[in-house]
């Protein structure tokens, strides 16, 4: 078994996100989420870090890897939860229940789209947000989660 890198920085997708470059381009754009993790990998290089990027549609899958990346020792966790963002008490509650630090971030600017979108249960628990500015948005949370 390897050892686990002290500058591990946890990537975590929900629901949809696979589809990233073919769902609502003119929404969430043409980069695909292979495309966004290929610029993460590289900048968290440059930084000293390395990055564990993760999709999937099911809210457990998401709460089991905070736990886990705590359980690993992460510095953080960047974390696009797309819908259930809007709707998961469970993922909130795992937030607060462990110490590493968890960024929520989204491609789009969810208050300038429809009001169901306006409420955030992860950003409530999330240590800060960053939205609005496309695959931008994942170099921007990695910046940050490099100076936790």
Not at 62 to 84: P, T
Request: no cysteine.
């Amino acid at each position: 078994m390897s050892p686990i890198p002290k500058n591990l920085i946890y990537v975590l997708n929900g629901p949809n996100l696979n589809l990233l470059g073919t769902r609502e381009p003119e929404i969430y754009g043409h980069d695909t989420l292979d495309d966004i993790a290929g610029q993460l990998e590289d900048r968290a290089r440059e930084l000293g870090h390395e990055i564990d990027m993760r999709q999937s549609n099911h809210e457990g899958h998401l709460v089991d890897w905070l736990h886990e990346a705590q359980a690993q020792g992460a510095k953080a966790v960047i974390l696009n939860a797309g819908a259930f963002t809007h709707t998961s008490i469970a993922i909130h509650d795992a937030i607060k229940s462990v110490r590493t630090p968890v960024i929520e971030v989204h491609l789009s600017n969810p208050h300038t789209r429809e009001e169901f979108r306006h409420v955030s249960f992860i950003g409530r628990a999330a240590r800060g947000t960053i939205a609005g500015f496309g695959a931008l948005s994942y170099l921007l949370a990695l910046e940050a989660a490099a100076r936790i």
